[in-house]
């Protein structure tokens, strides 16, 4: 099979200030780089032209597909790279890439490249705000071409590419420089216009809710972010890189007033169900379970998050840290002695007669024990490790138990003990034989 033959594609419009850097990062990969220029009045074309670009002129018709589509079709390449004017490859990446290119020509393989891109801000020391996986590569068809005046997506015969292969950023990344928080309300306001324009249209308006509840949350206007990001999850999984980003935008708004913490937990829900390969999603539901008291399923589902973030290899964004699977791990650890714990609390107030539970005393010896308890899991403190702090608050809550009640607990604190850990058992088994001693007259 002959050599592979690359074609680096753009569409720009006053882009001299970025586009140098992005045609650096490619000339040494690409064997023609094919330029649109939709209307540039600074020295954006004279730039391409330095590094051999071929130029053509495409008047600017609101519609970012278009200008894409009459670049490829000028491209004579086997494989393409479809770049932004203020995207760029590191230049220790180029090579790696090149090399994978040319592998998969020759295994004949003719879907696309996910290329891991990362969001900097210039402004700020280059931090990165966000990341995700993009279709900047793939082999070049006929009847791929891209599709939607913004947001535009590339697919083939007008569905949706099924071959796909996942680049780890180990070996190439993207670097974009077009999100600098200056910058972000002003394209906002431009995208939205142009979905504006295309819902009108009715052509397909699904694919395009997702992108108006992220814009109208950019611009501040929640109200309508949750709308469109409603119709957006009601549709079911999208088959698009970030499709999850609509229930990211309904769970973040949960805790903005949109509704009351049983919605969130059906949002988790439903997030987790869509999305069950998420960490975040699954440590959201968690939370969720943790808060309403549901301690053992809170602890299973943390568990669950803990192994997806672990074994992650999902095309979605994965925000999961090590910092935050580690808080993840000592929530499992907090809702699994509350499950534990909890138990033997409901145990207690089961075995209580009505006349019991409303007794003065038995709230008061009650009480700190469940204020400990919740003191853990507000603020977030663990234990000793054998949690003998909470043995030693139940011991001395049945102590008082024996000394406020007598022999009329004896029996349902020993029908209790099954629900104490083995240490905190003995514990108590100890405190009543002291007291059956005592009663007996056999005390020491």
């Given at each position: 099979m002959d050599r592979v033959k690359i074609s680096a594609c753009y569409i720009a419009k006053n882009e001299g200030h970025n586009i140098e850097q992005s045609l650096q990062s490619i000339k040494d990969i690409a064997d023609e780089i094919i330029f649109v220029d939709t209307g540039s009045t600074d020295d954006t074309i004279v730039r391409a032209e330095k590094y051999g670009a071929k130029v053509y002129s495409f008047p600017w018709q609101d519609d970012f597909s278009a200008p894409r589509n009459f670049a490829l079709s000028k491209a004579s390449g086997d494989w393409i790279i479809f770049i932004d004017a203020d995207e760029?490859?590191?230049?220790?990446?180029?090579?790696?890439?090149?090399?994978?290119?040319?592998?998969?020509?020759?295994?004949?393989?003719d879907g696309m490249l996910l290329i891991r891109r990362y969001d900097i801000d210039v402004d700020n020391q280059n931090e990165v705000l966000a990341d995700t996986l993009v279709s900047r590569v793939y082999a070049s068809k006929k009847n791929r071409r891209y599709h939607g005046l913004v947001h535009e997506e590339l697919l083939d015969d007008g569905k949706p590419i099924q071959k796909q292969i996942i680049i780890s950023p180990v070996q190439v990344k993207l670097l974009h420089t077009g999100y600098r928080a200056g910058m972000t309300e002003e394209k906002a306001r431009r995208n939205l216009a142009l979905l504006e324009k295309e819902l009108a249209a009715g052509t397909d308006p699904g694919r395009l809710y997702m992108y108006l509840a992220d814009v109208y949350l950019g611009l501040g206007d929640n109200d309508k972010a949750w709308h469109y990001a409603?119709?957006?999850?009601?549709?079911g999984r999208r088959p698009t890189t970030y499709a999850s980003r609509s229930y990211r935008i309904l769970l973040e708004l949960s805790l903005?007033?949109?509704?009351?913490?049983?919605?969130?937990?059906?949002?988790?829900r439903l997030a987790v169900q869509d999305y069950p390969e998420n960490p975040e999603f699954r440590a959201d539901l968690a939370e969720c379970l943790g808060t309403l008291g549901k301690y053992r399923e809170a602890a299973d589902m943390m568990?669950?998050?803990?192994?997806?973030?672990?074994?992650?290899?999902?095309?979605?964004?994965?925000?999961?840290?090590?910092?935050?699977?580690?808080?993840?791990?000592?929530?499992?650890?907090?809702?699994?002695?509350?499950?534990?714990?909890?138990?033997?609390?409901?145990t207690a107030l089961c075995a209580m007669s009505i006349e019991e539970y409303g007794d003065t005393e038995t709230k008061?010896?009650?009480?700190?024990?469940?204020r400990q308890l919740l003191d853990y899991y507000h603020e977030g403190k663990l234990p000793t490790a054998d949690w003998s702090e909470l043995s030693s608050?139940?011991?001395?809550?049945?102590?008082?138990?024996?000394?406020?009640?007598?022999?009329?607990?004896?029996?349902?604190?020993?029908?209790?003990?099954?629900?104490?850990?083995?240490?905190?058992?003995?514990?108590?088994?100890?405190?009543?034989?002291?007291q059956i001693q005592r009663e007996e007259g056999t005390a020491p």
């Open positions: 760029y490859f590191p230049l220790d990446c180029c090579e790696q890439l090149k090399s994978i290119i040319a592998e998969q020509f020759r295994q004949g393989y409603w119709l957006d999850v009601r549709q903005k007033g949109k509704t009351d913490l049983r919605g969130r937990l059906e949002l988790c568990a669950a998050a803990i192994q997806a973030y672990e074994h992650y290899q999902g095309i979605e964004p994965m925000l999961m840290t090590a910092e935050v699977a580690k808080i993840a791990a000592d929530r499992e650890k907090i809702f699994a002695a509350l499950a534990e714990t909890q138990g033997l609390l409901l008061k010896i009650l009480a700190p024990a469940y608050c139940y011991v001395e809550c049945v102590k008082a138990l024996l000394d406020n009640h007598g022999e009329a607990w004896l029996e349902k604190i020993l029908n209790m003990l099954n629900h104490f850990s083995a240490d905190t058992r003995q514990q108590i088994l100890s405190l009543l034989d002291s």
